[in-house]
């Protein structure tokens, strides 16, 4: 734990984690995904220092940052170097005269929760609080991906901070990432008999040090290989009809990226309706499909996160699952029968720790609910 001044004055900032149900590895691509904040997240627990500096350590990471709010550093190959670059950021539109010294807890491992959108907020939020600055929305969305995109090489889409900030208690965001369109649709009936059951594998994913940019260049080389006359950014930039007039010219991988990316869109506009009409078994059915398309046409995944989540499609209660983020190690999401839930999670555990059971200890399970954005 950070060590505290006497007498000092503790603040303490908060920011969600997030899920995305259906909509997966298609944001970078300019898609409409679906997310929602969760009940889980980082808060990071601090006080006001005299002078620039910064000193912060982290539950997860045995290394502390060392800083100050006027470098313009960032070490690639640490933890911290999201912080840095929020330092970046703000340093270019502030005048940052104050730092802060504190602890960041987290409520869940990382991998394929916003983890890295989500220190990069509440750290943001504590910097600017001591400051005397307001951060609005839009600010800290175009944030998150300056830093990543621009500071860090992560080519990561907008539905990590746009869920984080912008969702709603009991409700799902389905986000255009094209346009930057959003819309809440609740449903509270949802509650009545299903559960949402987050499953930790027990094998740590760092988005910053896996093969997600080679996925997406990936999908950039579909893209470029369909081109003709006309010049495409994006596959959302392809018409359907186009993409079958010019199918022969792709390899194997680059036809399953586009059939992912088409079939993934189909999905969100059936789970729009699905949630809105609280018709949960074929929401389910939708996260089942989209995970199952994310392994064997998009190319993602780890071997324990694929092994739960066929795990999870086993046992009785289980309405839907797909696995979190990039797929590559890290969390799954599921939605279960409420009145299941003890047995399911007993299930889950036997089955998958039979496998794996070198991660006994580490392998963990949660029942979460969907809250609300972050506080601004």
């Excluded at 390899?251 to 990226?257: A, F, G, L, Q, T």
């Excluded at 889950?348 to 609300?372: A, G, H, R, W």
């Amino acid at each position: 734990m950070a060590i505290f001044s006497k007498g000092c004055e503790i603040i303490k900032d908060y920011c969600p984690f997030r899920i995305c149900p259906i909509g997966a590895h298609i944001d970078h691509q300019s898609g409409m995904v679906v997310g929602a904040a969760i009940n889980l997240g980082i808060t990071i627990e601090y006080e006001k220092t005299n002078d620039s500096q910064i000193l912060i350590k982290s539950e997860m990471h045995s290394i502390e940052f060392k800083g100050d709010i006027h470098s313009d550093e960032i070490h690639f190959q640490c933890w911290y170097a999201y912080l840095e670059g929020v330092i970046c950021f703000l340093n270019e539109k502030y005048d940052l005269k104050f730092g802060i010294s504190g602890t960041i807890i987290s409520d869940w491992p990382s991998g394929g929760i916003s983890s890295s959108a989500a220190i990069q907020i509440a750290f943001a939020k504590a910097l600017t609080k001591v400051n005397n600055i307001l951060l609005n929305a839009n600010e800290l969305i175009s944030m998150v991906c300056y830093v990543e995109k621009e500071l860090l090489n992560i080519n990561i889409g907008y539905l990590d901070p746009y869920a984080i900030i912008c969702s709603k208690k009991d409700s799902m965001m389905f986000l255009d990432t094209k346009t930057n369109y959003y819309k809440i649709i609740k449903n509270t009936s949802f509650n009545e008999k299903y559960q949402f059951l987050l499953v930790f594998s027990g094998y740590d994913r760092k988005l910053m040090f896996s093969n997600y940019n080679n996925k997406i260049k990936e999908c950039e080389q579909a893209v470029k290989k369909i081109s003709n006359t006309i010049e495409f950014n994006k596959m959302r930039d392809v018409p359907q009809y186009i993409f079958f007039r010019n199918k022969y010219k792709l390899d194997d991988i680059s036809y399953r990226k586009f059939v992912h990316f088409y079939d993934e869109m189909s999905r969100v506009a059936s789970g729009l309706k699905a949630w809105r009409e609280n018709d949960i078994t074929t929401f389910g059915k939708l996260m089942n499909a989209s995970c199952e398309s994310s392994i064997y046409n998009y190319g993602s995944g780890s071997d324990p996160l694929i092994d739960l989540h066929h795990v999870m499609i086993s046992i009785d209660g289980v309405i839907g699952s797909r696995f979190l983020g990039a797929g590559i190690n890290g969390s799954l999401i599921a939605i279960i029968e409420r009145n299941k839930k003890d047995v399911i999670v007993k299930n889950i555990s036997t089955k998958y720790l039979q496998k794996y059971p070198s991660m006994k200890d580490k392998f963990k399970t949660c029942f979460v609910s969907i809250e609300n954005g972050v506080e601004l």
